[in-house]
């Protein structure tokens, strides 16, 4: 069983910075896949961004490419989404999600992922 819990989500203005991170438990997240979706009220949830197990491989959605980055600490057992030049369309919950099998990378479905911590508010005022 893997715990994830995200942290990080704030209000902040547009252009600002933020940096969301997920903190795993239970096990340790070194050969896991992981993930981060947002979701807005209304809203499916969409993949963000994702990285393999080695960090080797990473995905992002066309509209946070450049802006967004995804990292990992498999010592530390975090992941970390780091977010820059932030737009109001970018508010939404996200989400931290991880598995151990991608069929199809990068796994854009979060059906495709087992594990999901709570959700952390992201809010962006223009």
């Known amino acids: 069983q893997v715990q994830l819990v995200e942290s990080g989500g704030r209000l902040v203005q547009a252009g600002g910075s933020l940096r969301l991170s997920c903190a795993a438990s239970?096990?340790?997240?070194?050969?896991?896949?992981m993930a981060w979706f947002r979701q807005a009220p209304g809203k499916d949830r969409d993949l963000v961004a994702a990285i393999s197990w080695s960090g080797g491989r990473t995905y992002y959605a066309d509209s946070v490419k450049g802006r967004f980055t995804i990292s990992r600490n498999n010592a530390a057992n975090t992941v970390n989404l780091q977010m820059n030049s932030l737009k109001p369309e970018d508010t939404a919950v996200y989400y931290c999600?991880?598995?151990?099998?991608?069929?199809?990378?990068?796994?854009?479905?979060?059906?495709?992922?087992?594990?999901w911590g709570q959700g952390t508010q992201v809010t962006v005022s223009s």
């Open positions: 999600a991880a598995d151990l099998t991608i069929s199809m990378w990068p796994g854009n479905l979060p059906r495709e992922y087992s594990y």
């Open positions: 239970g096990r340790t997240i070194s050969t896991y896949a």
